[in-house]
């Protein structure tokens, strides 16, 4: 019978213990539960992305409140506006800039299909330059849809298994 | 002052280059000489106390010559009154002489008409994009212009699309009809 291993938690009562789990499962666990966002505000819905941050939603529950403002510290891109032709380049460049691993949210309807914006000026989807996780809809997505998709990014990263994943792309080189 | 006042006195003083005079609810518009732009400008800014560059605006009349127009919207603040000054542009020759030198507020105002519609601002210090990006090789607020864009392309730095505008744009037809037939329909995009 396999067990399931759950990610392991912090316990006052366990500590200075010795804890088992998987590798991938407390890398994970680290990873998801101290994400920092970059704030790619560009329109409206960086409006209430502000608001996510502020005491009344208090993203720092989750444990995302350090919004870096530098592309270096951060983890995930919350594409949170309008993307339009001139500022894609510069989003493509903050995105570039992020060290690996990370991850892109597009927040609201312009950011992940050009929202009501069909004009010749505005990208139809950040998705036509960066990978994006998580879709989050909404004209602008109110702050609790926010943190439901940086919990659904988590439950997203819970579920990789990057240790793993370089194990056998070891294996396949030595194989050559 | 008022500004019909101010209309009288730049037609005494340049009587010949004063292509037309319109009158509007209120508000004066004056068409003048292309030529004799920048000097009617720092008449109005000078004698006339004109401080306040609010705009420039180009408009593009497809199929009317001139087929371009460049509007300067002034205001005083010293007598609190507005005036309009227009120009008329060619398809051919495209360029006005820029009044940065007079209003440092023009300088974003003509990168703009710059870039929408393509009017030359000659003697501007920094005539570049303003709103889509160095390079891209159209003028989208021109009347040719489709609302979905063109594509285009420069390698490795940008590029745009057309966009799917799937039996939009949505907009309210002008029409006397009752209010329920003026909402937003679905029109074609010729
Ligand atoms: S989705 Fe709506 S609220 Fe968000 S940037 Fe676009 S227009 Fe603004």
Redesign the interface.
Known sequence: MSKKITPAAYDSKIEGNVTFTKLDTAINWMRSNSLWPMPMGLACCGIELMATGASRFDIARFGMEVMRFSPRQSDVMIVAGTV???M??AVKRIYDQMAEPKWVIAMGACASS?GMY???????GIDHLLPVDVYISGCPPRPEALLEGLMRLQKKIETEESVVEQKKELLKELSH | MTSSNAVDKIETKFQDHILDKSFFRGELSLTVDKLKLVEIMSYCKDELLYDYLVDITAIDNLGIDPRYEVVYELYSYTNSCHLRIKVGVDEADREVSSVVDLWPTANWHEREAYDMVGINFSGHPDLRRILMWEGYPFYPLRKDFPLAGKASEMPDVAFSEPVPLEGGPFVTCPSSDATDKREPRSREII
Request: aromatic share 16%.
């Open positions: 339009t032709y001139k894609a380049l050009g069909r004009s010749y000026a505005v990208l139809q």
